[in-house]
C-alpha cells in the first residue's frame, strides 16, 4: 500500500505514514520501521498506559487534588514514538506535556504530578535521566536545549563514531510556540553552529483557542528551510511513523549532521488545560473526525486484525493500567505538604546571610498561623 494523505494540505506533499488510521501498514521510500511486532505491542503498551496516567490526573483535578493539568490526550503516538527513538546518552528538554516522554525515560508519574500538586518543581533528577524539568515559559526550554547542544559538541559528544558517546538533544514544543522569538532564535543558533537538536514540534493545531491558521501562512515543517536546515511532517497520530523519523533525525544530529525541525502533525483531543473549555471555539464535529485518527484505535486494529495480540493479552494490559491509576490516586493523596520555607536553600550553591535571615522569619511567620489555629497547619499557606 502507498503512503497516505492524512491531514496532508492541497499542494503539499504527503505526511510521512506507516500506519493508516486503519490499522494497515504502508511504506514510506525515505523511512522505515525497523522493530518487531513485539516494539509495536511494547508501543501499544506505553501508548494505553499514558493515557490511563492522563485521565487519571484530570479526574484528580476536577476533584480539587491538583492545581493544573495539561493533558496528552490524542498526542500518544508522537510522544512514544519519538521517546523511544532516544538513546540513555541522548538529552530531552520538554514543555509541561509530555507525559508519554517522560514515562519512556523511566520517570514515575507521580514525579509529574507533584508538579501540578505545588509540592516541588519536578520530582525528578535530570542529570539521573536526561530528562529536564518541565518548561512552563512557553518556548525557553528550546534555547536551553540549544545551548545544551553546544556543550555537547564542546565535549566531543558529536560525530565521532562511537555510538556509545556521540549524542543528540530532542526539544519539544508546540505550534503555538513556534511563534515565539525564543525558538526562532534558537533556530538561528542551531543552524549557525550546526548543532545535534531535534526539533520536535507537535502540531495539535489549536495553540489554546487559537487555531493553525491564524499562527503560520505555510505549513509548519516548511520553516527550518528558512533557517537552513531540513524540515519534515510526520503523522503525529501514527507511533510507527513518529519513531521511524525521529531515530533518523537524531542520528543524523549524532553524526554531526546538524538540526532537522520534525513536525508532528496531531490533535488535542482534550482542553488545552484543565482551566481550558474548548467547547468555546471549536465544533464537536471537528473533536469527532479526529476520533477516526485516534492513536491507540489504529495500533489495536493492526494488532488484532494480525494476531499479534489476543484477549489475554488485553485483559492483562486494562489490569495494569488500573494498578497503574490506583498507584498515581494513592501516591498523590499521600503526598507531603511542601515545606515553603526550603525554597530559600535553592536561591544560590550557598546560603548567605540575607537569606538565613529572610527564611528565619518566614518559619516564624508561618508558625505563627498555626499557634492561632491550635497547632493546625493553616490551609492558605501551606497549600
Same mark, same amino acid.
Given at each position: 500500500?502507498?503512503?497516505? &494523505?492524512?491531514?496532508?494540505?492541497?499542494?503539499?506533499?504527503?505526511?510521512?505514514?506507516? /500506519?493508516?488510521?486503519?490499522?494497515?501498514?504502508?511504506?514510506?521510500?525515505?523511512y522505515a520501521?525497523?522493530?518487531?511486532?513485539?516494539?509495536?505491542?511494547?508501543?501499544?503498551?506505553?501508548?494505553?498506559?499514558?493515557?490511563?496516567?492522563?485521565?487519571?490526573?484530570?479526574?484528580?483535578?476536577?476533584?480539587?487534588? /491538583?492545581?493544573?493539568?495539561?493533558?496528552?490526550?490524542? #498526542?500518544?503516538?508522537?510522544?512514544?514514538?519519538?521517546?523511544?527513538?532516544?538513546? #540513555? #546518552?541522548?538529552?530531552?528538554?520538554p514543555?509541561y506535556?509530555?507525559?508519554?516522554?517522560?514515562?519512556?525515560?523511566?520517570?514515575?508519574?507521580?514525579? =509529574?504530578?507533584?508538579?501540578?500538586? *505545588?509540592?516541588?518543581? *519536578?520530582?525528578?533528577?535530570?542529570?539521573?535521566v536526561?530528562?529536564?524539568?518541565?518548561?512552563?515559559?512557553?518556548?525557553?526550554?528550546?534555547?536551553?536545549?540549544?545551548?545544551?547542544?553546544?556543550?555537547?559538541?564542546?565535549? *566531543?559528544?558529536? *560525530?565521532?563514531?562511537?555510538?556509545?558517546?556521540?549524542?543528540?538533544?530532542?526539544?519539544?514544543?508546540?505550534?503555538?510556540?513556534?511563534?515565539?522569538?525564543?525558538?526562532?532564535?534558537?533556530?538561528?543558533?542551531?543552524?549557525?553552529?550546526?548543532?545535534p537538536?531535534?526539533y520536535? =514540534?507537535?502540531?495539535?493545531?489549536?495553540?489554546i483557542?487559537?487555531?493553525?491558521?491564524?499562527?503560520?501562512?505555510?505549513?509548519?515543517?516548511?520553516?527550518?528551510?528558512?533557517?537552513?536546515?531540513?524540515?519534515?511532517?510526520?503523522?503525529?497520530?501514527?507511533?510507527?511513523?513518529?519513531?521511524?523519523?525521529?531515530?533518523?533525525?537524531? #542520528?543524523?544530529?549524532?553524526?554531526?549532521?546538524?538540526?532537522?525541525?520534525?513536525?508532528?502533525?496531531?490533535?488535542?483531543?482534550?482542553?488545552?488545560?484543565?482551566?481550558?473549555?474548548?467547547?468555546?471555539?471549536?465544533?464537536?464535529?471537528?473533536?469527532?473526525?479526529?476520533?477516526?485518527?485516534?492513536?491507540?484505535?489504529?495500533?489495536?486494529?493492526? /494488532? &488484532?486484525?494480525?494476531? =499479534?495480540?489476543?484477549?489475554?493479552?488485553?485483559?492483562?494490559?486494562?489490569?495494569?493500567?488500573?494498578?497503574?491509576?490506583?498507584?498515581?490516586?494513592?501516591? &498523590? /493523596?499521600?503526598?507531603?505538604?511542601?515545606?515553603?520555607?526550603?525554597?530559600?536553600d535553592?536561591?544560590?550553591?550557598?546560603?548567605?546571610?540575607?537569606?538565613?535571615?529572610?527564611?528565619?522569619?518566614?518559619?516564624?511567620?508561618?508558625?505563627?498561623?498555626?499557634?492561632?489555629?491550635?497547632?493546625?497547619?493553616?490551609?492558605?499557606?501551606?497549600?
Open positions: 500500500m502507498t503512503q497516505g &494523505t492524512f491531514g496532508a494540505p492541497a499542494g503539499e506533499p504527503d505526511l510521512v505514514q506507516l /500506519l493508516t488510521p486503519e490499522g494497515e501498514r504502508c511504506e514510506h521510500p525515505d520501521f525497523d522493530l518487531d511486532d513485539e516494539a509495536v505491542r511494547g508501543f501499544y503498551r506505553d501508548m494505553v498506559l499514558t493515557r490511563r496516567i492522563d485521565a487519571e490526573a484530570i479526574a484528580l483535578q476536577r476533584q480539587g487534588e /491538583l492545581g493544573i493539568w495539561a493533558s496528552l490526550l490524542g #498526542q500518544e503516538a508522537a510522544q512514544i514514538g519519538s521517546g523511544r527513538a532516544v538513546r #540513555q #546518552q541522548d538529552f530531552i528538554f514543555t506535556r509530555e507525559h508519554g516522554v517522560a514515562w519512556c525515560r523511566g520517570i514515575d508519574p507521580l514525579a =509529574l504530578i507533584s508538579l501540578f500538586r *505545588g509540592v516541588d518543581h *519536578g520530582g525528578w533528577d535530570p542529570a539521573d536526561n530528562f529536564h524539568l518541565y518548561t512552563i515559559v512557553i518556548g525557553a526550554q528550546t534555547l536551553h536545549a540549544t545551548g545544551y547542544a553546544m556543550g555537547m559538541q564542546r565535549d *566531543g559528544c558529536v *560525530g565521532t563514531g562511537d555510538p556509545e558517546r556521540d549524542a543528540a538533544v530532542l526539544a519539544y514544543f508546540g505550534d503555538g510556540a513556534s511563534a515565539q522569538g525564543d525558538v526562532n532564535e534558537s533556530f538561528i543558533w542551531s543552524a549557525v553552529f550546526n548543532t537538536t531535534v520536535f =514540534l507537535q502540531n495539535n493545531q489549536w495553540a483557542s487559537a487555531p493553525q491558521e491564524r499562527q503560520s501562512r505555510i505549513p509548519l515543517y516548511r520553516r527550518a528551510a528558512g533557517f537552513g536546515f531540513p524540515g519534515v511532517r510526520v503523522d503525529g497520530n501514527d507511533v510507527l511513523a513518529c519513531y521511524a523519523v525521529t531515530k533518523a533525525a537524531l #542520528q543524523q544530529a549524532r553524526d554531526g549532521g546538524g538540526p532537522t525541525l520534525i513536525e508532528a502533525f496531531t490533535y488535542r483531543m482534550g482542553a488545552h488545560t484543565t482551566t481550558d473549555d474548548p467547547t468555546r471555539y471549536r465544533l464537536q464535529d471537528e473533536l469527532e473526525h479526529w476520533k477516526l485518527k485516534d492513536p491507540l484505535a489504529r495500533v489495536k486494529a493492526y /494488532l &488484532t486484525r494480525n494476531a =499479534l495480540v489476543d484477549d489475554a493479552f488485553l485483559s492483562d494490559l486494562d489490569a495494569e493500567a488500573d494498578d497503574l491509576a490506583a498507584h498515581v490516586r494513592a501516591g &498523590t /493523596l499521600s503526598m507531603p505538604e511542601p515545606d515553603f520555607a526550603a525554597t530559600f535553592r536561591v544560590y550553591a550557598e546560603m548567605t546571610p540575607e537569606l538565613r535571615a529572610q527564611q528565619e522569619w518566614f518559619r516564624e511567620y508561618h508558625a505563627s498561623f498555626q499557634a492561632a489555629d491550635g497547632g493546625a497547619p493553616h490551609a492558605e499557606v501551606t497549600r
